[in-house]
């Protein structure tokens, strides 16, 4: 898998030119700085002792302000300011960095609102420019993209605790270094990354019905509600998974960021293998299957009542890997719908699809677990994976939807 994953990678790196690979390197290397600062909150907010639905509610709350914003900034990004919102991305997002060192909730929501702004200017910005680069391996491109953010929220925890875990100081502070630097690599590649406008006059006077109307067309709602469910499911794991571990094993390096590690790590080792498959096979397709067998491994996790570190991590791993490859492979699907409104379609998918699915997720998982008195962390999350039941079901709708649309254009062409 890694053999292959490298391979991969170096393969799509020598057959893009320069300005492309600079492009993708700069947001791949942000996407990872973002993502390590949202995966610091679950951990946070366990060591900090917050009321688990008060910690919910704050974060959903934090959530719907701040990715509710990701239209607004991927109409900016289709109108030329990729840039500046690529190196504004990650500076925001470092705010999280600082968490230790201050206390409240008011302290703890602003720094959450400035990651979730942060979040929402990168994430839709990026997504666009690299499902651009070469839109024959759109696929492969977005999972490069994808994994690198998911490597960081892997690794966000176990950073977290390697900054504070037996320290008399928090040292926190040193994760916000490499996003400043991002900015400032941004700032002197500009000239050299020139980018096009691409945004249609619709969306430039009116973002938000532009974003609305996309509803209409019925692919792109498919695409839209799967990944809502599908990130529903991941955004509940995600928040109670150190809840969940604690649970079942009293194993140090898993608490402290080990099984976030693992199970998020399974999304980026899956993300792309599985993109390189759709890139030749139907990635409707590719997206059935993985939610089917994403089902059936969180119930087998889920429903055991002991687990060792190593079956934990096996499944945890599978789990991450079979849910995290749905969003790009979504994002690259529904950019070819309409592909010079890249940036709008990528805040369709993604900030349109988080302000619900986080918000919901986080929210409702937390206060799940506080209504139950034993194992509430998993009895919460086996109710929320209903969802990837849910988002299987919509990708088999998708995939009859693609075939009789495949068969009325043949119609259209014979006739």
């Not at 959903?60 to 302000?65: L, P």
């Not at 109307?213 to 998974?241: D, E, H």
């Not at 429903?303 to 979504?330: D, H, K, N, R």
Request: net charge positive.
């Amino acid at each position: 898998m890694i053999k292959f994953i490298s391979k991969t990678l170096i393969n799509e790196f020598m057959n893009l030119s320069s300005r492309s690979s600079t492009l993708l390197i700069l947001a791949c290397v942000g996407h990872f700085l973002v993502d390590t600062m949202i995966g610091i909150w679950p951990l946070f907010k366990l060591e900090a002792g917050i009321e688990i639905a008060l910690a919910a509610l704050l974060t959903g709350v934090c959530v719907v302000i701040g990715e509710g914003l990701q239209a607004y900034f991927g109409s900016l990004a289709d109108r030329g300011y990729v840039l500046a919102l690529l190196a504004l991305g990650p500076v925001l997002a470092a705010v999280s960095a600082f968490l230790p060192y201050g206390n409240g909730l008011y302290f703890y929501a602003f720094c959450l609102i400035c990651t979730y702004i942060g979040s929402s200017a990168f994430h839709p910005t990026a997504a666009g420019v690299v499902a651009s680069l070469d839109p024959k391996r759109a696929n492969v491109l977005v999972a490069i993209f994808h994994s690198s953010g998911l490597v960081g929220l892997a690794l966000s925890q176990t950073l977290y605790s390697l900054t504070t875990y037996e320290r008399a100081y928090p040292s926190t502070w040193l994760l916000a270094v490499p996003a400043l630097l991002v900015a400032i690599a941004l700032f002197i590649a500009k000239n050299k990354v020139p980018l096009e406008k691409t945004i249609s006059k619709k969306s430039e006077t009116h973002f938000l019905k532009t974003m609305l109307g996309y509803f209409k067309i019925q692919p792109l709602r498919l695409l839209y509600f799967i990944l809502l469910f599908n990130q529903i499911v991941i955004w509940s794991i995600m928040f109670l998974i150190p809840d969940f571990i604690v649970s079942r094993t009293d194993e140090a390096w898993m608490i402290l960021g080990g099984g976030n590690l693992v199970y998020v790590l399974g999304a980026a080792c899956a993300a792309v293998p599985l993109g390189f498959l759709a890139d030749r096979l139907q990635p409707d397709k590719v997206i059935f299957s993985v939610m089917v067998l994403a089902a059936g491994v969180l119930y087998a996790l889920l429903l055991s009542p002991e687990l060792s570190p190593l079956y934990m991590s096996i499944l945890l791993f599978i789990a991450g890997g079979c849910l995290g490859a749905v969003q790009p492979l979504s994002i690259a699907l529904g950019i070819k719908f309409i592909p010079t409104e890249r940036g709008m379609i990528s805040a369709f998918l993604m900030g349109f699809v988080w302000i619900f699915s986080e918000g919901v997720g986080i929210s409702l998982s937390g206060v799940l677990a506080s209504l139950f008195s034993e194992d509430a962390p998993a009895k919460s999350l086996l109710i929320m994976s209903i969802g990837t039941i849910i988002s299987a079901a919509l990708a088999y709708r998708l995939i009859r939807l693609q075939k009789s649309l495949a068969v009325a254009a043949v119609r259209n062409l014979s006739s």
